[in-house]
Every structure is written in structure tokens, then in C-alpha cells.
């Protein structure tokens, strides 16, 4: 990692709060180059946040004033997207279809600052099983292509839509299996908890219990497929604070959290470059499925052992020690069921190296090994693999049968069971796919 990549993880940590003081480092900063970083890797707006907060003789005036026009645009970009959202979710529904918004505009929420994360399309999933979606998808556009797990779908208003029967999927056919079974469990939570989206209107998007499982597949078939940028590690980071805020929600907003065992978590308001600040929601849920005051499940979150001090009794300590270890429990047997055990281990030192993240507040052990190899895909590939120079096969479909080849062949090493299965998925996929041809 070069010296300007390590003075670019310095500043992120500022600016996404997990360190409180300006870095030292940023006097050596070359502010063209962080600005291209940034650029690279779609946090434009989440640096320029951080930029907010420095005094104004950091950032050379042209720069400055660049950055800010782009920061501007990325606000009108959410907005838009959220309207987007809003409307498509509200068509669906009025052709009998129930939605749940995926990533994006959801995530938004969970940032100090919606509209600086950079937008991308809508993924929206849709409840009915892919051969009923894929059907009224293309009684509307008749000639959109489907994949395994979604449809493309027609932009609006210039925002690109792709329609999900599955939220996501895993090449290793066994793996895959549990994981569809895993969404077909929980999937009615997910179509329910609705939230306002700013002001704009309500959608459904899923539940911090499911983003942790979800957003880790997802994170994982990017790195197996095309690349992982910082974005989607970003809004990981953000997911982990929220389920860290629900459960401290649930379990007594009151009750402080104490330095008294080597299980400490600091709370949010503690200060300190080691503190993870969760930030406030920027949308709460509605209502729950039947319709009254929407509840968090005691299992939602709180997966690390809390030591909490006594507050009224050391009844209600127990209970709530007694949930975070029960949710700890269930997300880390979701991820050994799914075969995500070491890809977890390998985002957990990327979220305790690059952001901050104190041991306290990770789903599972921190794994060096494959965390350093993840963190060089991600700087090497940015956002998507597109600025990956080891992408050597061309744009050909024959190129990137090649280069798919070329990255099973160094993955296989880390993600074995992932990467050894791709070949044999790609052939089954073809079929696949002549199967629900139009």
C-alpha cells in the first residue's frame, strides 16, 4: 500500500466517524490523488463530507470547488433516486406484486449523510418466484434478459432497474441451496418492514438482521465475479453500525456500556480514534407485518458480547447479555452453514484495519490472511473490477470466458469451494438461461 493509499484510509476513517481527530498525516496529503481514489472507488461525497469538517486551507480552491459541484450533483442524484424507488415500488404493487428495495437507496439511510453515498441502480426484489416475474416482466418489455437471479427491466426516468426473483446467489451449488432457503425463511419480513425514505415516501427494504447476510453474499459474488470497490465495504461498515444501534435501541437506550471485563464495547457516544460511532437512522420502520408499531426481534442484533453495567436490576442485564449472545449465535451459524466463515473473517480485518472498527463490535474473528488478500482485490479492481489493469483478455465474450479462468485460478487458493465452482455453474447457467429465453 502506497503512502498516499494509507493517508486516504486515515482520512476515510474521519469522515466516516470511527476516528474523531484530524489526521496527523493529511499535511502530507497530495489532494489530487486522494480526489482520484476517491474517484475510483465512488466516495466522492463521502470524503467530501469529512472536507466539511477541515479548515479551509487543506484543499487548493479549484479542487475544492470540483469536488463540491460533484458532491452537489450526487445530492440530486439520491433525490432522484429515491423518487425512482418510491414510484417503482408503487407500480409493482399495483400490478399485484409486493417489493423490497436491495442495497442502494436502503443504505443511504444508514449513512451519517444519505445523500453523499454515490448511487447506483435499483435493485428491487420482487415476491413471486422467477417464472411468474419473468413473465410479467416480459409481458411488459418482451425482449429483457434474465439471468438466475434477476430480469433486467426497462430504466425510469433514466434510472436503471433490474428486477430480483432471488436477492442474491452463490456459485457452489450446495452453499447456493441453503442460502435460497435461507431468503424463502425470512422473505416476508423483508416485503413488511417499511420505512419512509427522507420525506419522499415509504418503500420496504430489508431488515439489519438479513443486510448482514445478504450484504456479505453480495460483497462475496462481486469478488468472485467482477471486483469489490471500498463503496460496498462502506456500506458494510454502515450495516454493522446499524444492527449495533437496533439492538442497543432495543435492548435500554439508558444503560451505559462498561470497560468492566476484556468484553468491552464502547458505546456510541464514547470518544476515541478506536470508537465506532452507529449512526442515527435516517428512517426508521412503520409498522411490522400486521400492520401495528414495527418491533425489533430480540435476536435482531447485538452480536458481541456486551458487558453491560447494572442499571435498574441485574435481571434485565442478563436478559439483554443473554440476547446479543443468542444473535451472535445465529448470524455466525448462518455464515458456517453458507460456507462464509473465512470471506467473513477476511472483511473483518478490513473493517478493524481500514475503518476502525474495534474487535468488539465484529461478527467473527478477524482472519489476516484473507482479509490482506481481499483489501488488494479491492484496491487493484475499484468499484465493479473496472479498474482492474490485470483485466489483460479484452471485452470479447471469448475474453471474458478467459478472464474469468484467469480470476477462478487466483481465487482458488482463498475461496476454493467458490472459485472450483464457477466453471461448472457458468456451464449449468447456460442452460439456465435457454431455458427461460423469450
Not at 62 to 89: C, G, H, T, Y
Not at 373 to 385: D, I, S, T, W
Given at each position: 500500500?502506497?503512502?498516499?493509499?494509507?493517508?486516504?484510509?486515515?482520512?476515510?476513517?474521519?469522515?466516516?466517524?470511527?476516528?474523531?481527530?484530524?489526521?496527523?498525516?493529511?499535511?502530507?496529503?497530495?489532494?489530487?490523488?486522494?480526489?482520484?481514489?476517491?474517484?475510483?472507488?465512488?466516495?466522492?461525497?463521502?470524503?467530501?463530507?469529512?472536507?466539511?469538517?477541515?479548515?479551509?486551507?487543506?484543499?487548493?480552491?479549484?479542487?475544492?470547488?470540483?469536488?463540491?459541484?460533484?458532491?452537489?450533483?450526487?445530492?440530486?442524484?439520491?433525490?432522484?433516486?429515491?423518487?425512482?424507488?418510491?414510484?417503482?415500488?408503487?407500480?409493482?404493487?399495483?400490478?399485484?406484486?409486493?417489493?423490497?428495495?436491495?442495497?442502494?437507496?436502503?443504505?443511504?439511510?444508514?449513512?451519517?449523510?444519505?445523500?453523499?453515498?454515490?448511487?447506483?441502480?435499483?435493485?428491487?426484489?420482487?415476491?413471486?418466484?422467477?417464472?411468474?416475474?419473468?413473465?410479467?416482466?416480459?409481458?411488459?418489455?418482451?425482449?429483457?434478459?434474465?439471468?438466475?437471479?434477476?430480469?433486467?427491466?426497462?430504466?425510469?426516468?433514466?434510472?436503471?432497474?433490474?428486477?430480483?426473483?432471488?436477492?442474491?446467489?452463490?456459485?457452489?451449488?450446495?452453499?447456493?441451496?441453503?442460502?435460497?432457503?435461507?431468503?424463502?425463511?425470512?422473505?416476508?419480513?423483508?416485503?413488511?418492514?417499511?420505512v419512509m425514505l427522507g420525506k419522499q415516501g415509504e418503500i420496504a427494504i430489508p431488515t439489519v438482521e438479513f443486510n448482514i447476510i445478504f450484504q456479505l453474499t453480495h460483497i462475496y459474488s462481486h469478488l468472485m465475479n467482477e471486483g469489490i470497490g471500498l463503496r460496498q465495504l462502506v456500506d458494510y461498515y454502515f450495516v454493522i453500525c446499524?444492527?449495533?444501534?437496533?439492538?442497543?435501541?432495543?435492548?435500554?437506550?439508558?444503560?451505559?456500556?462498561?470497560?468492566?471485563?476484556?468484553?468491552?464495547?464502547?458505546?456510541?457516544?464514547?470518544?476515541?480514534?478506536?470508537?465506532?460511532?452507529?449512526?442515527?437512522?435516517?428512517?426508521?420502520?412503520?409498522?411490522?407485518?400486521d400492520g401495528g408499531p414495527s418491533k425489533v426481534s430480540p435476536d435482531c442484533a447485538g452480536w458481541d458480547r456486551l458487558a453491560i453495567e447494572e442499571d435498574n436490576s441485574a435481571g434485565s442485564t442478563t436478559a439483554v447479555t443473554s440476547s446479543a449472545s443468542t444473535a451472535l449465535d445465529v448470524v455466525q451459524k448462518e455464515l458456517k452453514?453458507?460456507?462464509?466463515?473465512?470471506?467473513?473473517?477476511?472483511?473483518?480485518?478490513?473493517?478493524?484495519?481500514?475503518?476502525?472498527?474495534?474487535?468488539?463490535?465484529?461478527?467473527?474473528?478477524?482472519?489476516?490472511?484473507?482479509?490482506?488478500?481481499?483489501?488488494?482485490?479491492?484496491?487493484?479492481?475499484?468499484?465493479?473490477?473496472?479498474?482492474?489493469?490485470?483485466?489483460?483478455?479484452?471485452?470479447?465474450?471469448?475474453?471474458?470466458?478467459?478472464?474469468?479462468?484467469?480470476?477462478?485460478?487466483?481465487?482458488?487458493?482463498?475461496?476454493?469451494?467458490?472459485?472450483?465452482?464457477?466453471?461448472?455453474?457458468?456451464?449449468?447457467?447456460?442452460?439456465?438461461?435457454?431455458?427461460?429465453?423469450?
Amino acid at each position: 500500500m502506497g503512502k498516499q493509499q494509507k493517508i486516504f484510509f486515515d482520512f476515510l476513517r474521519f469522515c466516516i466517524g470511527s476516528a474523531k481527530e484530524i489526521p496527523g498525516s493529511l499535511k502530507e496529503a497530495d489532494w489530487k490523488e486522494l480526489y482520484a481514489i476517491a474517484k475510483k472507488q465512488c466516495l466522492v461525497g463521502v470524503l467530501f463530507d469529512g472536507i466539511k469538517k477541515l479548515p479551509a486551507e487543506h484543499v487548493e480552491m479549484e479542487l475544492l470547488l470540483r469536488w463540491m459541484a460533484e458532491s452537489q450533483m450526487l445530492e440530486k442524484a439520491n433525490v432522484r433516486l429515491n423518487d425512482a424507488a418510491i414510484q417503482v415500488s408503487e407500480w409493482f404493487l399495483k400490478k399485484g406484486f409486493i417489493t423490497c428495495i436491495l442495497k442502494g437507496q436502503g443504505n443511504a439511510l444508514m449513512y451519517p449523510n444519505p445523500n453523499s453515498r454515490t448511487p447506483g441502480d435499483i435493485d428491487i426484489w420482487v415476491e413471486g418466484g422467477d417464472k411468474r416475474v419473468i413473465s410479467f416482466v416480459r409481458s411488459i418489455s418482451p425482449h429483457e434478459k434474465a439471468c438466475y437471479h434477476h430480469i433486467e427491466f426497462p430504466s425510469y426516468k433514466g434510472v436503471e432497474v433490474e428486477v430480483h426473483y432471488r436477492p442474491s446467489f452463490l456459485l457452489c451449488f450446495w452453499h447456493d441451496r441453503k442460502l435460497q432457503k435461507y431468503y424463502e425463511r425470512v422473505k416476508e419480513e423483508q416485503f413488511s418492514h417499511r420505512v419512509m425514505l427522507g420525506k419522499q415516501g415509504e418503500i420496504a427494504i430489508p431488515t439489519v438482521e438479513f443486510n448482514i447476510i445478504f450484504q456479505l453474499t453480495h460483497i462475496y459474488s462481486h469478488l468472485m465475479n467482477e471486483g469489490i470497490g471500498l463503496r460496498q465495504l462502506v456500506d458494510y461498515y454502515f450495516v454493522i453500525c446499524d444492527f449495533y444501534k437496533v439492538y442497543q435501541n432495543f435492548s435500554n437506550p439508558s444503560v451505559s456500556l462498561s470497560k468492566g471485563s476484556s468484553t468491552f464495547s464502547p458505546s456510541p457516544s464514547s470518544s476515541g480514534s478506536g470508537d465506532v460511532t452507529a449512526p442515527s437512522r435516517c428512517s426508521e420502520p412503520l409498522r411490522s407485518k400486521d400492520g401495528g408499531p414495527s418491533k425489533v426481534s430480540p435476536d435482531c442484533a447485538g452480536w458481541d458480547r456486551l458487558a453491560i453495567e447494572e442499571d435498574n436490576s441485574a435481571g434485565s442485564t442478563t436478559a439483554v447479555t443473554s440476547s446479543a449472545s443468542t444473535a451472535l449465535d445465529v448470524v455466525q451459524k448462518e455464515l458456517k452453514e453458507l460456507g462464509l466463515w473465512k470471506f467473513a473473517g477476511g472483511i473483518m480485518y478490513i473493517m478493524q484495519e481500514v475503518f476502525g472498527m474495534p474487535a468488539s463490535r465484529l461478527i467473527v474473528p478477524p482472519n489476516e490472511k484473507y482479509g490482506r488478500f481481499v483489501l488488494n482485490e479491492v484496491l487493484e479492481a475499484g468499484n465493479f473490477g473496472r479498474h482492474d489493469a490485470r483485466n489483460r483478455f479484452g471485452r470479447s465474450k471469448f475474453g471474458h470466458n478467459l478472464q474469468r479462468v484467469y480470476r477462478d485460478m487466483r481465487l482458488v487458493r482463498y475461496f476454493p469451494g467458490e472459485a472450483l465452482s464457477e466453471p461448472l455453474f457458468r456451464v449449468w447457467h447456460f442452460f439456465w438461461r435457454l431455458k427461460y429465453k423469450k
